[in-house]
């Protein structure tokens, strides 16, 4: 759920109910600089920081971000831009995968804390760059479960392995036009030194959305997974592309047929556990599930609009009472995500999916998680974004085509959950909401639950059939 919005307090929520609670681990390096930029005010990072194996390297984290009076004010009354964090590159240096180790250690660490409830995190494999060191901090605050889909995650079960046994682990990286392998790694030793604990592996969870892409991965033992989360396109935030040629309807989305549907039955013989995800976040769906087969489902939506949501307050309630009164249409926009994947937009005022504020805002790109590498016409490497400026891209050696449409997701998204950049002329990031197309579920929940409803309220919903 983009960038906090599943955040450590609503993934402990869902474990301490008996449920599998899942922290998004997009850009935890960020998010952890940015809540000790503004003060860390209930001291939560702070207490996680001080769990952490190598107090040398937590120190230097705390030192380099901690503003224990918040961030100040400019001279115009706004309050002073964050800090940046190192972008992700093929070259990492130590300082890079600290932050990265550090942050989805935390964000972990404070998921799992007091209870015995089982806790995951969620990766992208859009986002290669960051993954080896972002699954070395989950491992190091004991995660039982990794998570990953928009792409083909063959290499993370050999990842998961490899930094089980303190062993350096590593994915390969797409670089456009390049003529030999890319690959980034993180060596735990190397990282931690003498401070390296004992390491268990997690389970690891595929998300898929085509039975062949099940079949691929299971066939193998190096790149057979533990399970499989199936996503239908009904799905919130990004979702596969229809197979085939793309055609859209009527409101330019996407149109799904009998193609994208998942065989259950050929999936079931693959012999390993599948929970399916998109429109089945309600009771009579989870029946359906376990009546297929499934081991369960995954649910987004109800859960974004649950109060431990990182979502600011403002937004959630704003969104619950939209989708309560079936007032708020979420569309899947083809253009938005730099990735190319589809994505799902909730039609907001006030947010990027409003035209006036789109064009209002300058195209930058300071964060970066989603540029790709490409090799240069001397033989380098360079990064490039289909969000940033469009004269920076085609430099770069982009098609113009592809800059049509796209949003800054990492901006946005981390303006969801309360860490939007203030610029230095006082312009505030605006946010981008993702929600699942199915909203009848939540419908349901808020007549049980009118005034609103916590992560355990949703888990007690769903299982009490």
Not at 2 to 27: D, E, I, K, P
Not at 64 to 69: A, V
Not at 286 to 310: D, I, N, P, R
Not at 421 to 432: H, I, M, N, V
Request: net charge negative; glycine share 12%.
């Amino acid at each position: 759920m983009g960038v906090g919005v599943s955040s450590w307090q609503l993934a402990r929520s869902v474990s301490r109910a008996g449920g599998l609670g899942v922290v998004s681990g997009t850009a935890l390096d960020l998010v952890l600089a940015r809540r000790l930029q503004d003060g860390d005010p209930d001291g939560h990072a702070r207490r996680a920081l001080a769990a952490f194996p190598d107090r040398a390297m937590a120190g230097r984290v705390l030192d380099h971000y901690f503003q224990p009076e918040g961030r100040p004010l400019t001279a115009e009354g706004t309050l002073r831009p964050y800090r940046p964090v190192p972008k992700l590159t093929l070259r990492q240096t130590p300082e890079q995968q600290e932050l990265a180790v550090v942050g989805n250690f935390v964000e972990v660490w404070l998921a799992r804390e007091g209870h015995d409830g089982r806790v995951g995190v969620n990766f992208l494999e859009k986002v290669q760059m960051a993954t080896p060191a972002a699954a070395l901090g989950a491992m190091l605050a004991g995660v039982d479960a990794v998570l990953m889909g928009a792409g083909v995650p063959r290499e993370i079960p050999g990842l998961l392995t490899d930094l089980a046994a303190g062993r350096p682990g590593g994915v390969g990286v797409d670089v456009h036009g390049a003529d030999h392998p890319h690959r980034v790694e993180v060596d735990p030793r190397a990282l931690l030194g003498d401070a390296l604990p004992t390491l268990r592996r997690p389970s690891f969870l595929a998300i898929v959305s085509a039975t062949v892409l099940a079949a691929y991965l299971a066939r193998d033992g190096a790149t057979r997974p533990d399970g499989f989360v199936v996503e239908g396109p009904r799905a919130g935030g990004h979702n596969a592309p229809p197979r085939g040629r793309i055609e859209v309807d009527e409101h330019g989305e996407p149109v799904y047929g009998p193609r994208d549907e998942v065989d259950l039955e050929k999936l079931a013989a693959l012999g390993l556990p599948f929970w399916l995800a998109g429109s089945h976040g309600s009771p009579a769906r989870l029946a359906e599930a376990l009546a297929a087969g499934a081991a369960g489902v995954q649910v987004g939506t109800a859960f974004a609009l649950a109060e431990e949501s990182g979502l600011t307050p403002a937004l959630r309630d704003g969104l619950r009472s939209r989708a309560v009164a079936g007032t708020i249409e979420v569309h899947t926009d083809l253009l938005a995500s730099p990735t190319g994947f589809p994505f799902k937009v909730a039609r907001l005022p006030g947010t990027l999916a409003d035209a006036q504020v789109y064009d209002a805002r300058q195209r930058l790109c300071d964060l970066s998680y989603l540029r790709t590498p490409y090799r240069t016409d001397d033989g380098g490497l360079g990064y490039r974004c289909p969000g940033e400026p469009v004269h920076m891209y085609v430099r770069k050696g982009g098609d113009p085509a592809d800059t049509t449409g796209r949003a800054c997701l990492c901006n946005a998204l981390t303006a969801d959950v309360g860490l939007a950049q203030t610029r230095r002329d006082g312009y505030t990031e605006p946010a981008l909401v993702t929600l699942g197309s199915d909203l009848a579920g939540v419908r349901q929940l808020a007549e049980a639950h009118p005034r609103g409803w916590s992560g355990a309220d949703v888990v007690a919903w769903l299982t009490a059939g």
